[in-house]
């Protein structure tokens, strides 16, 4: 089975753009607890002040499914979802190798 990559960004409300990264922030405090996470990176971007982007690569695809039901990923979403604006899945991608 192959490693499973994945790129989103996360729309929020005016001024909550450190909220969000904090809050995905705590979520990979969380994800570094889980073997099959390999990478949970938060990024935002001087041209988009109301995104957050990140970066995740699991070991496969069912294991990033598995994540999203946790109690503390659902604790997470919940705190998330009152500034939350709009989300994008912008690729799914296939990792081939490199430094991480």
Not at 19 to 46: F, H, P, Q, R
Not at 61 to 90: D, V, Y
Request: charged letters at 30%.
């Amino acid at each position: 089975m192959s490693k499973f990559g994945l790129y989103g960004k996360f729309t929020v409300k005016d001024g909550e753009r450190d909220t969000l990264a904090g809050i995905l922030l705590d979520a990979a405090k969380e994800m570094e607890k889980l073997d099959a996470c390999e990478i949970y990176m938060v990024n935002t971007s001087d041209d988009e002040p109301n995104a957050v982007f990140v970066y995740e690569v699991w070991s496969n695809e069912s294991a990033h499914r598995a994540s999203l039901s946790l109690e503390t990923t659902q604790t997470l979403i919940k705190r998330a979802k009152p500034i939350m604006t709009g989300m994008e899945r912008i690729s799914n991608l296939i990792p081939r190798g490199g430094k991480h």
